[in-house]
């Protein structure tokens, strides 16, 4: 049997790690280990996680990587309306392209340090689809802000009434590799319904993860 590549084993052993949901280790041109990008479940404290995951990589690796370089995203296991998660991006643009019987949807999202994350989605052009194509692109952003750590999958983007508002309701199940979950996020429509679109995606995924940067887990 061949030989398991250094990368994917370190990963696996990572995700041996309690509490770690999936792992992605960075190499350099050189094969010298950069940084580790963790998913993890929010009932276990950041900071021993980071421990954890820092004394594997020497230990048993040999492959010495800085605290600071390890960065953990966390999922809430339980909802509190006291100590909500938080993503922290935020709308900045929504860009459609119309060309023929095709659509082009770019969304970008800034972080709170002013970051920015773009995702592009593309397909038939319908008002329908092109609802799905901002969520989509939106998911591809936020996938890219939290380092390909986990996938999103699109399950569906409705339009509703209520009373005399109008508002869009998304689903979306998260895929990480310790399972799927299903999340729901709405907004209402008050300039524009791509940007409601965005908001009700982000509005989902904000009940579940929460980013915390190598600094506050260092």
Do not use: W
């Not at 999202?109 to 052009?125: E, M, P, R």
């Not at 901002?134 to 569906?156: G, K, P």
């Amino acid at each position: 049997m061949a030989e398991e590549p250094t990368g994917l084993a370190l990963q696996r052993a990572i995700e041996q790690v309690k509490g770690v949901l999936s792992a992605r280790p960075v190499f350099d041109e050189t094969g010298q280990l950069q940084e580790v990008h963790v998913l993890a479940k929010r009932s276990r404290n950041a900071r021993q996680i980071v421990q954890d995951v820092e004394a594997l990589c020497s230990a048993q690796f040999g492959m010495p990587v800085d605290r600071r370089r390890i960065s953990v995203a966390q999922i809430d296991s339980t909802e509190s309306e006291d100590e909500p998660s938080i993503i922290r991006v935020y709308p900045r643009a929504v860009q459609v392209n119309n060309t023929g019987s095709e659509v082009e949807v770019k969304v970008e999202l800034i972080s709170d340090t002013g970051a920015t994350y773009t995702g592009v989605a593309s397909g038939a052009q319908s008002a329908a689809n092109r609802l799905r194509l901002v969520a989509m692109a939106t998911l591809f952003a936020v996938e890219e802000y939290l380092n390909d750590l986990c996938h999103f999958v699109l399950d569906d983007v409705v339009s509703f009434d209520i009373g005399q508002f109008t508002g869009v309701l998304v689903g979306i199940t998260l895929v990480t590799s310790g399972g799927e979950e299903e999340l729901i996020g709405s907004s209402l429509v008050k300039r524009d319904v791509g940007e409601a679109v965005v908001k009700a995606v982000l509005s989902g995924i904000n009940r579940r993860l929460l980013l915390i940067t190598s600094s506050e887990a260092s």
